[in-house]
């Protein structure tokens, strides 16, 4: 979900939880700011949010002021929508902000965020997410199709893009019935039903060229029972194997993931140490390496460490 719709369905929350009584289209058109001039196309986006309100447990409750009234309105019964108190023991509020500070995409940010807002207003001191050891958690989600995908598994809706499998220089259209989104050695999947081929598949995101548009309705998708994807993505992953050497200057206390699996570590420059890791497969493991930023320096082989400054220039640019 893009920004302004996150803001204009906040903002019709707020709206029709602030007023007892019902409020027609046009009142709310006039009131929430980001609908567009013409009315059909007002008329088609409102209706999409109302949906959008709806799915996401939202109770809209529809009726009139008056019987004289022609047109019907809406409201939201703060009753209704309200959740009863929600009390924590200290250790739950903890773990609650520790999760909270794992994700750095966009998708789960603004949710954490508001979430641990919540947390510090019900009386969670902010050192109270801080009090685990000083391991900064974080899931990374570089690739621009893992937040439609994540919305479409969420929402259960069917979904198209363009995906360019290994081996093959251009990219072919799919329809796929999304189950889940899952993270494997560092690399995100999508797994499903592909429509064309009748068949379940997964599908690597970064192999994903192009918007990932949705192709139906919320809940028009169904999950069979027995579906497993962290399964289905494990029996279709193939890793090459591990015979490159990687000599890396890394930061003291960075590179948690780089330094897990080293085969050597010892002190280089002060405040930097040298990490020598094995490695298969140059462009992932130069993404990986490229997610650290100015904490790690490639040092060996050449053509990982050009493969490193070319992500970071793309970056910059």
Do not use: C
């Not at 902000?97 to 979430?115: D, H, L, M, T, Y």
């Not at 949705?214 to 194997?241: F, H």
């Not at 050449?302 to 400054?309: G, H, K, Q, S, T």
């Amino acid at each position: 979900m893009s920004k302004r719709r996150t803001e204009r369905l906040l903002s019709i929350v707020v709206l029709l939880l602030s007023t007892r009584r019902y409020l027609t289209a046009d009142q709310i058109r006039a009131a929430v700011h980001g609908y567009p001039e013409p009315y059909d196309t007002f008329k088609r986006m409102f209706e999409r949010d109302k949906d959008e309100l709806r799915d996401l447990g939202i109770p809209l409750e529809v009726g009139v002021n008056s019987p004289l009234d022609d047109e019907p309105g809406y409201r939201i019964r703060r009753q209704d929508y309200e959740l009863p108190e929600i009390t924590l023991e200290a250790d739950e509020a903890a773990v609650l902000g520790i999760a909270a500070r794992v994700w750095q995409s966009a998708e789960f940010a603004g949710a954490a965020a508001g979430a641990l807002l919540k947390l510090r207003a019900a009386g969670m001191e902010d050192d109270d997410a801080a009090a685990a050891p000083g391991i900064e958690p974080r899931l990374r989600t570089p690739e621009p199709a893992f937040g439609p995908l994540w919305e479409a598994v969420r929402d259960r809706r069917p979904v198209t893009f363009s995906y360019r499998a290994q081996g093959r220089s251009d990219a072919q259209r799919r329809e796929v019935e999304p189950w889940g989104v899952v993270n494997r050695r560092g690399r995100w999947y999508v797994a499903g039903h592909d429509r064309a081929r009748n068949a379940t598949r997964v599908f690597r995101l970064s192999r994903i060229e192009g918007p990932v548009r949705m192709a139906g309705r919320p809940g028009s998708v169904t999950v069979p029972g027995d579906a497993d994807v962290r399964e289905l993505v494990r029996d279709w992953d193939w890793s090459p194997p591990r015979d490159h050497t990687a000599v890396l200057r890394v930061r003291d206390g960075a590179g948690l993931g780089l330094r897990r699996y080293a085969l050597s570590t010892e002190p280089d420059v002060p405040g930097w140490d040298r990490v020598t890791a094995r490695f298969g497969d140059v462009p992932w493991y130069a993404d990986h390496v490229a997610w650290y930023g100015p904490d790690v320096v490639v040092l060996d082989p050449p053509d990982l460490r050009e493969a490193v400054i070319a992500r970071l220039k793309g970056v910059l640019a």
